[in-house]
């Protein structure tokens, strides 16, 4: 990966997040958006894992649904983060680099916003991903159930979504273009998480 200094893009994408009303609304690089703590997603995430597994150990229908939406929401939300001058401005980046300096500062700004601590460590240029990531919210879920499988789908569907905007048709057309696989997991005891983002089968 291209030389980047990671933490100076951190704290630039921090500080130039504004702090939250009263109410949570927090408008920063072109959005509207609410601040949550993360307790509430993986509250939310146990919940559906749990209810779903009762019925059905082997089901993947929670894991799923889960990844879609974060990636839902990441894809669409990416869309106009990304591309706002106030952004672009704080990553260092302008419209003219090419999708490795989109992904290293899309990634820095899951870091700034406490998404997950992670990074690209290998990038073939529309094809494929690998990021490690050395925390996210999901690993908390761990401490709450026993887990079996990895269980940060969130953070999956983030990651294919970043690559989605990078490398797939113009919006909204490229949504899906990648699918992510979780291999290495916190939460199992991994020393960290591994994602890797591929094409989605057709």
């Not at 401490?143 to 979504?161: E, H, K, L, N, V």
Request: charged letters at 20%.
């Amino acid at each position: 990966m291209a030389t980047m200094d990671r933490g100076k893009i951190v704290d630039a994408l921090l500080a130039g997040t504004p702090h939250a009303d009263q109410t949570g609304a927090v408008s920063a690089f072109g959005l509207g958006l609410m601040e949550l703590p993360a307790y509430l997603w993986t509250a939310f995430s146990e919940k559906l894992i749990r209810r779903v597994r009762a019925a059905h150990p082997e089901s993947e229908e929670a894991d799923s649904l889960l990844e879609n939406s974060s990636a839902r929401f990441a894809y669409n939300a990416g869309r106009g983060i990304f591309a706002s001058p106030e952004f672009r401005a704080a990553a260092g980046i302008s419209a003219n680099d090419g999708p490795e300096a989109f992904l290293n500062a899309a990634f820095c700004l899951a870091a700034a916003w406490g998404w997950a601590d992670a990074e690209i460590v290998t990038l073939h240029a529309k094809e494929s991903m690998v990021v490690r990531a050395k925390a996210y919210t999901e690993a908390a879920l761990a401490d709450t159930m026993s887990m079996a499988r990895p269980a940060a789908s969130a953070f999956s569907g983030i990651c294919r979504a970043f690559m989605d905007l990078a490398y797939g048709a113009q919006f909204p057309d490229g949504f899906g273009t990648y699918a992510c696989r979780q291999t290495l997991a916190l939460e199992l005891g991994d020393a960290y998480g591994e994602f890797i983002v591929t094409r989605a089968e057709a």
